[in-house]
């Protein structure tokens, strides 16, 4: 009995050892103020119904020993917009989160505002409680009212700037239907949402007011994890490609128009399909078309009429125009810097389309650059891939324009008939590419180097460039959109 009580108390010892040793010491000196990377966490736009970009802050333990936070709670629990995830754990509450020495937790957050009209304000905390101290951090965003369109097809109607308008899970326009969208309207997309035209799309901006297409994600930055302490300006989507599908003008649809348009941030920009009668199926002047993970315009067996417009920043082709067809692009400026891999130039033209070991043949009736800038940071950024036997047609021109073209590629740019009056591998020296400035410095090549006779074609439409700037007041004409100022 004896033996059995000595054992006992032994292992009782044991076990107080083994508890005494693994109970943590945390920091206990005073009140505990912990740190974080902000004190406001701000959604600056938030659509009605939609859900925001995840956005986060950083909680940091600045002691040498571990922090016992007792509690993390969003004020408003259950009743608030706002969402929680705390380093992982989806929650609007936790209690006892043990924090290292010199450790931090990420604090994600997102909202959903619903709002009938006007712009609305939504306020939570979120409220930290450590020993005897209490601290928070704000959470605020302002909600928008939009006119909103979820998988719909619509008929003839008129789109004004009272209020944006917001497309999630596309809208289509029905066949023989005609969708007007005045200057200033903004309209916004969600993540694999299209606008698809089946009648006519016309779109009236302006240069005080263009119209403007872009995705519905304007805050929180593009990669998450960032460092969230560091001063960086770059908190936003604004240049982030691939956030929507685009515009798409089927192969039903006809004489499609648009002015002053700034189109961005989609996987193809313009999608154009089989175009079914002799007008062009699209007339696109003054307009932007930027930051495309795929195309700016992808066109096939279409008919494009363009002028002033810049093209840019796109991860396979600014232009591919496949399949044949009938294009005319005059004074465009296509740049394309992406930052990513690219294999692919920046125009590209076909007569073709190749299924499995079949080959189809399009004609390629005409494909004319006149005054053009096609230039970007590849050796070559204009390929012309055709067939011409069996009688099809692969007629292209580049007409007084600025190309870059490897010297060493298999490219006769000395063919008079596909390239006339060119500038070759001369740098047309864009003011700042990387911030997709594509105005002219004052040395650019492409300063009075312009062919006045090209901008008489269309003296309507090409005597001011894209920023409404004259361009038949001085010697001659810039080359591209802009003319330097």
Known sequence: MKRFLNIFIFSLFLLFVFISC????????????????????????????????????????????????????????????????????????????????????????????NTETGNIIEEDKVIFKTGLNSQYVKLFAIGQDVHFFNDSVIQTQIWTSDKPY??????????????????????????????????????????????????????????????????????????????????????????????????????????????QNLNPQLSIHNSVIEHHSYAGIFAQASNIFATNCLISDCGWYNIALTRGGNYNFYHCTIGNYWKGIRNTPAVYLNNYYKLNETVYLYDLENAYFGNCIIWGNRETETIADGYTEQGVLFNYKFDNCILKIDPESNIN?????????????????????????????????????????????YPALLNNDINNISRINDTAPDIGCCEFQ
């Open 413 to 457: 740019t000395e063919d008079i008939n596909h390239y006339n009056n060119i500038i070759l591998n001369n740098d047309p020296l864009f003011k700042d590419y990387y911030l997709y400035d594509f105005m002219l410095n004052e040395n650019s090549p492409a300063i009075n180097s312009g062919n006045i006779q090209i901008t008489n074609q």
């Open 22 to 113: 693994n109970k943590k010491d945390f920091y206990k000196k005073g009140i505990i103020n912990l740190e974080f990377s902000k004190d406001t966490v701000f959604f600056d736009t938030v659509f009605s119904g939609i859900g925001s970009a995840v956005r986060y802050f950083k909680v940091k333990n600045p002691y040498d020993e571990p922090v016992l936070i007792n509690e993390i709670i969003l004020e408003k629990g259950n009743a608030s917009n706002f969402r929680l995830n705390i380093n992982g754990t989806p929650a609007d509450y936790l209690k006892n989160i043990e924090l290292e020495a010199h450790d931090s937790i990420y604090i994600f957050t997102d909202v959903t505002v």
């Open 166 to 275: 917001l497309i999630y899970n596309s809208v289509a326009l029905d066949e023989n239907e005609h969708l007007t969208i005045e200057a200033g309207t903004h309209i916004y997309s969600h993540r694999g949402s299209q606008i698809i035209i089946l009648g006519t799309l016309t779109v009236n901006g302006t240069f005080e007011n263009p119209v403007t297409f872009e995705a519905d994600r304007l805050n929180g930055h593009s990669s998450v994890f960032y460092d969230i302490f560091a001063n960086d300006s770059t908190d936003n989507y604004y240049d982030v490609a691939g956030q929507w599908g685009g515009i798409w003008l089927t192969k039903l649809s006809k004489d499609n128009y648009i002015n002053y348009a700034i189109i961005k941030n989609a996987d193809i920009g313009i999608l154009i399909d089989s175009v």
